[in-house]
């Protein structure tokens, strides 16, 4: 997948309305420049400020970016020429209320990332993400900052089998490619052998690092690793044909909120556990057959 999306339209119509506003002084640019100042402290490796001290750098870097790509969301989302991301986003926080168990089995870690990156509108798949990445490269946004947020925005929620964990670094195996990476999990926990998760996880941010657990964890339950891969094979179709096609349809062709949300199944202090098949209504304890937001992919249709 690549980051920048050539023939953005709602990109460049919103590009066109800032700069617009900006000649008129309507619209104050200082978060771009907070976006500029972020680049160069995390380019000289002045990764965390002072509330973040105690995390894992790449882990820290990844949250200043994605800090300043909620600031931009907030501009972006009061314009007309953003009113459909605004609609779609506020509709899944009113359907899904977004706080964690009890309130909700959507997290906040997983619903921002949704929010930003892969809640998408247009023949294009347009997302916030994309276009934030879009104004930054226009704007004089460079450097870190715009390549951690490209990650971001390539990234998708997978299923992972959870091999083994040190304090905070997990074996993870990409049960659709078969890659096997270490990754930082704020959330590390004890796990049961080939435990299967349900997690985003993005590349290194520098050289050498880990990669890094980006969302909490959901365990799944009650299916194996063949079982997902089958499923994946009825959802993804075609798209499986190669490893970007199907991260395409990872993210905009499965709607994992609605699986989340559907299968349910019960939390810990530290876990949710999740149980079923997204395409198998009948094995996710909380389906609802008429949910305004529910699309599983190729799975049955709803009536």
């Not at 949250?63 to 605004?86: G, H, P, R, Y």
Request: hydrophobic letters at 45%.
């Amino acid at each position: 997948m690549s980051s920048f999306l050539p023939n953005a339209p709602i990109a460049a119509r919103i590009l066109k309305a800032l700069r617009a506003q900006q000649s008129a002084k309507v619209i104050d640019f200082s978060a771009f420049k907070r976006g500029r100042e972020q680049a160069e402290m995390l380019d000289q490796s002045m990764v965390t400020p002072t509330e973040l001290e105690g995390f894992y750098p790449g882990h820290a870097m990844y949250i200043v970016a994605q800090n300043w790509a909620s600031i931009m969301m907030e501009t972006l989302t009061a314009m007309e020429e953003a009113a459909k991301f605004a609609a779609l986003i506020g509709a899944a926080d009113e359907a899904y209320m977004p706080q964690g168990p009890p309130m909700s089995p959507i997290t906040t870690s997983c619903f921002s990332m949704w929010a930003a990156f892969d809640a998408a509108v247009g023949l294009r798949n347009e997302t916030l993400g994309s276009i934030i990445l879009h104004l930054g490269q226009h704007l004089g946004v460079d450097g870190t900052t715009l390549r951690l947020v490209g990650a971001m925005q390539d990234s998708a929620m997978r299923v992972y089998s959870a091999i083994s964990v040190d304090m905070d670094v997990v074996r993870l195996l990409d049960i659709l490619s078969g890659q096997e990476l270490d990754a930082y999990c704020s959330a590390g926990r004890r796990i049961q052998q080939r435990e299967l998760w349900l997690v985003r996880v993005l590349p290194p941010a520098r050289d050498g690092e880990l990669a890094i657990a980006m969302t909490t964890p959901y365990v799944l339950q009650n299916a194996d690793a063949p079982a997902w891969r089958a499923y994946f094979q009825r959802a993804l179709g075609a798209a499986a044909a190669t490893p970007a096609k199907t991260q395409a349809a990872l993210k905009f062709r499965i709607d994992w909120l609605e699986y989340i949300f559907a299968a349910y199944a019960s939390h810990s202090d530290s876990e949710v556990y999740l149980t079923g098949i997204p395409d198998q209504p009948a094995s996710l304890p909380h389906y609802s057959d008429c949910h305004p937001l529910a699309r599983f992919g190729r799975g049955p249709k709803k009536k």
